[in-house]
């Protein structure tokens, strides 16, 4: 059959290989390069994936509006004249191009000479927001996402638990990848909590000897106290060397005794940048990545230190392109220099929550994620929240839900507390309901989601 390509011959390795150095490898190459050496290479890849974008009717039509073309990309500093988009601008495609829009660089007829995967985000509300992954992008990704878990402490052989969800989203399987097919490692794919029991997850990661299990910080810290109940130290029975879970660092290094270290990536681009030994900023992978910080409002460049919307252009891909994808992640990119682990790659700040959930409460512009850490700050108080937004009259109200360990009788004071401390550190009054331990998983996901949802708009 003529254009029948298996995935191995779709893909050439060692182009791949030397383009997008997998661990251990990595650290010693790209991870070292130098500010020029980086640079060029952005640049060149960078003009390639233009030429590509300007192919995509979704792309075209905009870089058209705004008088662009491929051809206008002679610097860095142009591409910020070429138009960002936003996850609203995919919706719209979606909408008027079922079900795949018209922003992915190749289409599902392609699938006998291009052998792919289509990965979701979204879709509680609304359609999922696809996004076709040729066989190269789905190695590139492995490579990325196999970088990061190294840089985070799993080693080429290790057993692994992956307990994220196997769905439509690209996260768990992105991860297998990752860990299958460049880090040697074994993996014991055991879904959430919902497909294979909390206990269970506890009793194999001892009897194989574990030693990460990926999913979110919370859920771990919950696995935790699940291997406490069951008479197991987490620390010492638990034999974890890598803690790569998002969540809250300090607990996580208690609990497990292994160091922690931020990293972020989202489901269209996979991983981006991952935090090294220093613990001060996330490198990011730049032979992969262009990172911008733009002001949530304006879509302006902002300054190096401000903290603004991601604004993010992958430059490894052969299919779909991302190419000035304004995430409206909030984030902070470090000024350029070496770091003390001798890497010159641009150092971003962890994710600090969400442009796009910003509440303009009585002049005052406030982030969800934000109030989070001030609520779980309080005395009583624990790590779980959920922040609502509502409308009465005509003006936006907040209530912080909290939640405590403490007897029910001590929830007034506590809830008292809390909104004296909003109102310190916010300015404005944000009302307080305290929850007992539990409560809030109906609405955050908590052993069920991926990502807890935090935040609700009820306006
Ligand atoms: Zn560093």
Same mark, same amino acid.
């Given at each position: ?79 910020t004249?070429?138009p960002a988009y936003t996850v609203d601008d ?27 995967? !289509?990965?979701? *985000?979204? #879709? /509680? ?13 789905? @190695?590139? &990704? ?43 490692? !074994?993996?014991? *794919?055991? #879904? /959430? ?13 001892? @009897?194989? &000897? ?64 991952? @935090? ?16 911008q910080i733009v002001n949530v409002d304006t879509g302006e460049l902002l300054p190096?230190?401000e903290q603004g919307a991601v604004c ?12 000035r994808?304004n995430i409206m992640d909030l984030s902070t ?19 600090a929550g969400r442009g796009d959930n910003m509440v303009k409460l009585?002049g005052v512009n406030i982030w969800?994620?934000a ?25 936006d ?63």
């Amino acid at each position: 059959m003529s254009g029948f390509r298996r995935p191995h011959e779709a893909v050439d390795y060692d182009a791949l290989t030397a383009q997008l150095p997998p661990p251990p490898e990595y650290l010693e190459t790209a991870y070292l390069a130098g500010p020029e050496e980086i640079a060029a290479t952005q640049l060149a890849l960078a003009q390639a994936r233009a030429r590509v974008a300007y192919e995509v009717p979704f792309f075209r039509r905009r870089w058209d509006d705004a008088g662009m073309g491929p051809d206008d990309l002679h610097s860095l500093d142009d591409l910020t004249r070429f138009p960002a988009y936003t996850v609203d601008d995919i919706r719209d495609s979606i909408e008027a191009h079922p079900p795949y829009g018209d922003y992915q660089g190749v289409t599902v007829n392609q699938a006998l000479d291009e052998p792919m995967r !289509v990965y979701m *985000s979204g #879709g /509680t509300t609304g359609r999922s927001r696809p996004t076709l992954y040729t066989a190269w992008d789905r @190695e590139a &990704g492995a490579i990325l996402t196999a970088r990061a878990l190294y840089m985070q402490g799993i080693r080429p052989g290790d057993v692994v638990l992956n307990a994220w969800a196997y769905s439509t989203h690209n996260g768990a399987h992105a991860m297998d990848e990752a860990l299958y097919r460049w880090l040697n490692c !074994v993996v014991l *794919s055991t #879904g /959430t909590g919902n497909v294979t029991p909390t206990r269970k997850q506890v009793e194999l990661a001892v @009897e194989y &000897g574990a030693t990460a299990i990926l999913t979110t910080g919370d859920y771990l810290l919950h696995l935790a106290e699940t291997a406490r109940e069951m008479g197991l130290d987490p620390a010492t029975d638990l034999k974890l060397t890598a803690l790569p879970n998002i969540g809250d660092k300090g607990r996580l290094n208690d609990t497990f005794g292994v160091p922690v270290y931020d990293s972020y990536g989202f489901h269209e681009v996979q991983w981006v940048a991952v @935090e090294c030994p220093t613990g001060e900023g996330m490198h990011i992978f730049e032979d992969a990545f262009i990172v911008q910080i733009v002001n949530v409002d304006t879509g302006e460049l902002l300054p190096d230190g401000e903290q603004g919307a991601v604004c993010i252009t992958e430059i490894y891909k052969t299919g779909s392109p991302q190419f000035r994808y304004n995430i409206m992640d909030l984030s902070t990119l470090h000024p350029p220099g070496q770091c003390a682990c001798g890497s010159w790659l641009r150092k971003m700040a962890p994710f600090a929550g969400r442009g796009d959930n910003m509440v303009k409460l009585r002049g005052v512009n406030i982030w969800p994620e934000a109030l989070g850490e001030i609520v779980t700050d309080v005395n009583g108080v624990t790590d779980d929240y959920f922040v609502r937004a509502t409308r009465s009259g005509n003006r936006d109200e907040m209530t912080v839900l909290v939640v405590s360990d403490r007897p029910p009788g001590e929830f007034d004071v506590i809830a008292a507390a809390t909104v004296e401390r909003l109102h310190q550190v916010v300015g404005v009054k944000i009302g307080v309901e305290v929850h007992e331990p539990g409560a809030l998983d109906a609405l955050t996901g908590f052993g069920t989601a991926a990502k807890l949802i935090r935040f609700k708009d009820a306006r």
